[in-house]
């Protein structure tokens, strides 16, 4: 079982720690499924086959998003860096140039004055994308 190759002993994990790791092991394996159905669908000549295995990839990235969740709800540090990068719009790494606060004004403007919160660890409490000043 995949859980089980701890790189420390279990007993100086903490509970949190533990959990976290089962949680992305969980995580691992349901991307690694997403992968293979993809895969095996691409590559086979049976239409109906291959309705099944996007079906079954599909049942895979529900139980991958589920666990994002769980891991969103219990660890403060990715729930950070989750809400500061997912369901943008703009350029990936503008929004993390946003985010450490080195966004540049054409930046700003392309990120449509979306605010959030960034990343713990990521030594900006907070960030605000464009001017309030009115033209």
């Known amino acids: 079982m995949s859980s089980e190759n701890l790189h420390v ?66 660890n403060k540090e990715f729930e950070g860096f989750l809400r500061t990068y997912l369901f943008t719009e703009a350029p990936i790494v503008e929004v993390e140039h946003a985010a450490e606060g080195k966004e540049t004004a054409e930046e700003a403007g392309r990120l449509g004055g979306r605010s959030g919160t960034a990343a713990p660890g990521s030594g900006v409490d907070e960030f605000t994308i464009g001017s309030l000043k009115g033209k």
Do not use: C, F
């Not at 903490?14 to 991307?31: C, D, F, N, Q, V």
């Not at 499924?33 to 309705?51: C, F």
């Open 9 to 74: 002993p279990r007993e100086v994990l903490s509970r949190e720690g533990r959990l976290l790791h089962h949680a992305i092991t969980s995580l691992k394996e349901e991307l690694d499924a997403v992968d293979w159905y993809r895969q095996r669908a691409d590559d086979t000549e049976d239409e109906e086959l291959k309705q099944v295995l996007l079906h079954n990839m599909r049942e895979e990235m529900e139980h991958a998003a589920m666990v994002l969740e769980w891991i969103r709800r219990n």
